[in-house]
């Protein structure tokens, strides 16, 4: 089992940066995929925004590229998204996500998420 918090999340003016960190706890060495989502208002789906599979380098949906910055802090059992240049199209809850069967996402883990609000 995995447990997962998040937190860096607020209101911030287009332009700006934001990072948010996600706090893994449990069998963590367990994990073989992780993950950020984001779920903007209005919209049933989840986006996969930026996800490390097993040892890869992160990859990034089309949308953030060049602006976010996926990584791992395994000695704090920490992942953050750094989130640059902010658009008012960002805003949404974030959640992280987490695997430890199969190293594909959506895994079973998942953060309660952080509201992110750009404003223009």
């Known amino acids: 089992q995995v447990q997962l918090v998040e937190s860096g999340g607020g209101l911030v003016q287009a332009g700006r940066s934001l990072r948010l960190s996600c706090a893994a706890s449990?069998?963590?060495?367990?994990?073989?995929?992780a993950g950020w989502y984001r779920q903007a208002p209005g919209k049933q789906r989840r986006e996969l925004v930026a996800?490390?599979?097993?040892?890869?380098?992160?990859r990034y949906t089309d949308s953030v590229k060049g602006r976010f910055t996926m990584s791992r802090d395994f000695a704090k059992n920490t992942m953050y998204l750094q989130m640059n240049n902010l658009k008012p199209e960002d805003t949404a809850v974030y959640y992280c996500?987490?695997?430890?069967?199969?190293?594909?996402?959506?895994?079973?883990?998942w953060g309660r998420g952080t509201q992110v609000t750009v404003s223009s």
């Open positions: 996500n987490a695997a430890d069967g199969r190293a594909t996402l959506p895994g079973d883990y």
């Open positions: 996800a490390i599979i097993s040892d890869s380098d992160a």
């Open positions: 449990g069998s963590t060495s367990s994990i073989k995929a």
